[in-house]
């Protein structure tokens, strides 16, 4: 299908970028890679009066380090942050994770940014940002201002994110998981949406920071401690699985994402452990 | 700032396979149906229309990406390369075409034209990939004919012939 009609507004700068979105508000979209939001729109699942195309901005194209932060512009494509060449000594989490999110070709255009506003329960950056527990950069007329991945993402494709505001960067902390990081997932085919994601890194006092996304709503973590003896990290991974409920679809039924919880959690677990030592 | 208003028919320059050209597109036209309905070029072929199948993959400004997945608007000022800047004569396939031939790498040729630009793109950045890394880029398309197979064969054995010359696949670049 083609997407219905809008008005298609390319602005030369973030300031006319805001204040476009000030004006149309919750009838516009933010365009950046358009690796979602363009099939949403082919689909007719969305349907906005305007798309404010961000994808042009030198604003907000540059990866950089600020203080023990990674920065991530919103037009910065995936393919662009996988070549980063500090990726793998500053993030090695997400080093790992990235070449699983979507595919090569999708991937050259879709912006980390993106995904992470878009909130699909299974994609694999909004789990890498909750796991690292980095934050968000929003921007409207009114000022800027950032919140933590567990206040940004509320749910479903739903964020905290209010209607005049546009993501303008992410903010990745550097250096988790130096001494250990896994990511893994199960899916139909490389590339497809996850049934389960789930990721570890080490974390301080010898714990590992778990998250796993493709259950809930949206990514959920927990810590498992350095002292935890084996039968309490399998009531503790026990417990994740039932909270995290689940849902029957066309890929996967709900017990069959709780077993694969029970079942990758503990080996990603092990993994960090063994780095770490 | 540009903007594009609902109905609004604008013109819409780029350069094709290295020649500038240029069309009339609304603001919600996709690339893909500029490319062919406007300027006639065929040869990128519409499967899903939501990014899945990947038959409508092109080059923007060297990157392999899906045209479906972009407005014509955006492609405005762009380089763009299609499966028709690929051979440089009827007679000259390049490369990567020439295994493609040899292995049957294709049959009814509806996706071929999308993975003869992500492979373009893909072994002028990687030269020299193993087999999981083809699997993974080929995994960003769908073949109902060959089984892949063949594809794996012609990438490889086109990978391997490419780094033995001056690579030949770059079409218009």
């Known amino acids: 299908m083609k997407p219905a009609p809008f008005t298609y507004i390319r602005p030369d700068t973030l300031d006319e970028a805001v204040t476009a979105l000030a004006?149309?508000?919750?009838?516009?979209?933010?365009?950046?890679?358009?690796?979602?939001?363009m099939a949403m729109l082919?689909?007719?699942?969305?349907?906005?009066k305007a798309l404010i195309d961000i994808s042009r901005l030198g604003e907000l194209r540059s990866i950089r380090l600020?203080?023990?932060?990674?920065e991530v512009g919103a037009a910065v494509t995936q393919a662009e942050f996988l070549a980063w060449p500090q990726l793998k000594e500053k993030a090695p989490f997400i080093a790992r994770a990235l070449p699983w999110v979507g595919h090569f070709q999708t991937r050259n255009r879709g912006t980390v940014c993106g995904s992470i506003a878009h909130a699909d329960p299974s994609s694999e950056l909004p789990l890498s940002l909750a796991l690292l527990e980095g934050e968000v950069v929003l921007r409207s007329k009114s000022g800027t201002r950032r919140l933590k991945a567990s206040e940004f993402q509320t749910g479903m494709l739903q964020t905290a994110r209010r209607d005049d505001e546009m993501v303008i960067a992410v903010r990745f902390p550097a250096g988790v998981g130096l001494k250990g990081a896994a990511f893994r997932e199960v899916a139909r085919r490389h590339g497809d949406f996850a049934i389960v994601s789930v990721g570890a890194v080490s974390a301080e006092k010898g714990a590992v920071r778990v998250g796993v996304g493709g259950v809930a709503e949206k990514p959920a973590c927990i810590s498992i401690g350095a002292s935890?003896?084996?039968?309490?990290?399998?009531?503790?991974?026990?417990r994740l699985a039932w909270e995290l409920g689940g849902h029957d679809d066309i890929h996967a039924s709900a017990?069959?994402?709780?077993?694969?919880?029970?079942?990758?959690?503990?080996?990603?677990?092990?993994?960090v452990r063994a780095c770490a030592k | 700032?540009?903007?594009?208003?609902?109905?609004?028919?604008?013109?819409?320059?780029l350069e094709l396979n290295g020649k500038t050209v240029s069309g009339n597109a609304t603001s919600r036209m996709l690339l893909t149906d500029f490319l062919r309905s406007e300027l006639g070029q065929t040869g990128t072929h519409v499967g899903c229309e939501h990014g899945v199948c990947g038959c409508c993959t092109v080059?923007?400004?060297?990157?392999?990406?899906?045209?479906?997945?972009?407005?014509?608007?955006?492609?405005?000022?762009?380089?763009v390369d299609t499966v028709e800047g690929l051979a440089a004569s009827k007679d000259a396939l390049n490369a990567l075409q020439r295994a493609f031939r040899k292995h049957h790498a294709l049959q009814c040729g509806f996706c071929t034209a999308g993975i003869l630009m992500s492979f373009s793109d893909f072994l002028s950045r990687n030269p020299n990939p193993d087999e999981d890394e083809v699997r993974e880029v080929l995994g960003g398309h769908i073949c109902r004919c060959t089984g892949y197979?063949?594809?794996?064969?012609?990438?490889?054995?086109?990978?391997?012939?490419?780094?033995?010359?001056?690579?030949?696949h770059a079409g218009a670049t």
């Open chain 2, 59 to 79: 080059r923007i400004d060297g990157v392999a990406a899906r045209s479906c997945l972009m407005l014509a608007v955006q492609a405005d000022g762009r380089r």
């Open chain 2, 149 to 168: 197979d063949g594809l794996m064969k012609a990438i490889m054995e086109a990978a391997a012939d490419m780094r033995g010359k001056t690579p030949s």
């Open chain 1, 255 to 271: 017990r069959y994402r709780r077993d694969l919880v029970r079942r990758m959690v503990p080996t990603l677990i092990g993994e």
């Open chain 1, 23 to 37: 004006q149309h508000g919750a009838d516009a979209r933010v365009l950046a890679g358009g690796q979602s939001l």
């Open chain 2, 1 to 13: 700032m540009r903007e594009v208003t609902t109905g609004e028919t604008v013109r819409i320059s």
């Open chain 1, 228 to 238: 935890m003896s084996t039968p309490d990290i399998t009531d503790r991974i026990e």
């Open chain 1, 42 to 48: 082919n689909l007719r699942l969305v349907e906005p």
């Open chain 1, 66 to 70: 600020d203080g023990d932060m990674i």
